[in-house]
């Protein structure tokens, strides 16, 4: 049979173009072709060599055994539903109830179990104690208190578990204090301290014998050997080692168990470097023999110590000792490298015997820092050198100085150079020069070690000689600082020191202005990152000098105006005579001069000591002058011994200088006394002659002054008011 195309056929009946078709034309058209449909069909079929009816008929059967089915299906699920179910529900009981008896058995087996366990434990304690070994009982019974601490459920109940953990824990402790004694057996120590030396003793019995080791395994199953070896590190280090450090001490080994370490106590006392070291071998060679025996995987008690103290042991080491050897000027520097190599052979050692953890642990990290170090190791050396001269005596003296400055011929070919020419005239000679004076030799001690100082510097390297170059200031800071305190009782009482102190500041003052320039020749082709000098000290020392011996000119002043102002001088007004107080005051006055000339005379520059006596004698000349010129009526006696009081003055001051010259050029107030003088014992005709309308010696004086001791010496007569109205 063909293919049959139905839009074809459809196509073919309803002609799209005919529009005016009606369906009833179309009708017969369409059953026609389902006639010739059925037609080809039937034909088709008989000739078709399918079974057709046969297929019907199985078919059918098919049909009818399916519906048996389904009825015996149903059946079945009834008896399911009736029966099967329950019996299934009487299993279910069933299983419950054997839950429970199983549930019940296995909570008896974990209950048998743990007691057959605790059992296992204590056999095995009891195996390890009739073996003597305390490593074997140890961890039995750390195993039998470990195990009952997660007791299986029920077992806690039992007083089976109370006797077991009570028993246990009183064996654990009766074990440990055994093993306790057992080690202070192998390892103990005795410190008997005393007032001059302390006396320490250690005993190590520790070897490679069974007990030992046995003893050495319980401690450290039972986690207390870490316990006690720290206990014995820190002994070691703080008892031992530290005072090795930092005392005299005799390590001795009496014997191969024993050892002996006598600490000697002395104060402000630290022993060398090469000291300490060996006496540090000594101990670590014992220490290693007894203390290096492996007890448990590669662990030796050595190593333990190590651990434990040997980072705390080499910062004090290295703080305390090494350190300490770094020299403080550079020729001993250069030769540190032999100290370093014996520092390097005993870390070495420290390494071999065990006590450092590995070779890349080191105490010689400080070195990398040396040249920091040695500059704050010297720069401490030259500032303690410097406040020891300090502290020293200042009455040894030593003269220095020129007598006069030398006359300098202009250098050969500079004669045509203006600048050379303008530089002469404006620096005096003297800035270069520094008078004959007598200073304290300590201040020539001390310029010697700043000038040692100074050739140090350059030799080092750049932050050496930073370093020491704000030292070299500090030690002028420091002189500042110490001095005037420490000598401030001679200073306030002693002449002599406070000239002497003067004469060191200015001095020291001297040198700075040029040690700057020093400092910078020798410092040649170097680059420097800071300015150099010392001027900015100069003033601050030359005020130091001044400010002390302003405060001793003030307290002689003082000295003088007491001593007249205590006598009848400083009431002549009330007086018809002077007692014997007021000569005896000028008189003291006069001494007091007199010993400040023995004491300053030659230690004072002359020029300085001229100045510094014309300034207490024109202070003393001006307060008798004073106290005569102010009184309203003078007496002829008094002015008689006036007179011859003052006349003394004359002969006496003079003798105060070097040159009695002297007194005239620097002493303002010695004319006017000596025309006092004149006017206490001349005759008012003397006195108008001396004035010449002002024009004469009696100038010194102003009128009022005039006028006032014409007033109080003379009686009220027609002369003294001629002479009066002369002296305006």
Known sequence: MSEYNVDVILQTIFNSEDASWKPSDKIPLVIKEVEQLKADLKIFLDKSDADLLGILKESTELCIESKELVKELNTCKKEIEEETMAEIMKSVENHDKLAKELECVNFAINIVYDVVQCGKYVKEFDDGREAQSFSRAIEAVYDLLQYIEVPAEGFKHLDLYTNTKNTGQLIWDSLLHDLFSEWERLVCWTNKPGTKKSVITITLNLDTS?????????????????????????????????????????????????????????????????????????????????????????????????????????EILVKDCLIETIPNNINELQSYGKITSQIEDFQRFLYIVSFFPDESFSILQYVKNIDILFASKSSQYFLETARTIMLKDLSLTMSIGVDSIPEEENASGLEHLEAFNILDKTIPKSLFYFPRCMISKTSQELLDLVYMMMEQAVQCSDVVCKKLYNTTRLVFELYDAVVPYHHENYLQTIPQYVALFHNNCMYLAHNLQTLGDKWLILMEGRDMDYPISFVDLVQKLRDLGYKHLTIHMQQQRKQILDNIRSSDLNSIVVKDVLSSNAEAAIRQCLRQLQLLKNVWIGVFPSNVFTRLMATLVNMFVDELIHRVCTVEDISMEIATQLTEMFTLVVQKAPLLFQNSSDIENHVQSWPKLRELIFVLGGSLKDIENQWQDGNGPLKVFNTEELRNLVKALFQNTQIRANLLAKLK
């Open 210 to 314: 069974r007990p030992v080791i046995d003893v050495l395994n319980a401690l450290d199953k039972s986690k207390k050997l870490n316990e006690k070896v720290s206990e014995f590190a820190q002994f070691l280090l703080k008892e031992v080692l530290i005072p090795i450090i930092h005392n005299e001490c005799v390590v001795f080994a009496e014997t191969d168990e024993l050892m002996t370490l006598t600490i000697n106590h002395k104060a402000n006392y630290m022993p060398e470097y090469d000291a300490v070291i060996s006496n540090l071998r000594l101990l670590f060679h014992y220490l290693s023999n007894k203390l290096n025996a492996d007890f448990d995987k590669d662990t030796t008690i050595m190593k333990m110590i190590g651990k434990e103290i040997s980072v705390e042991f080499s």
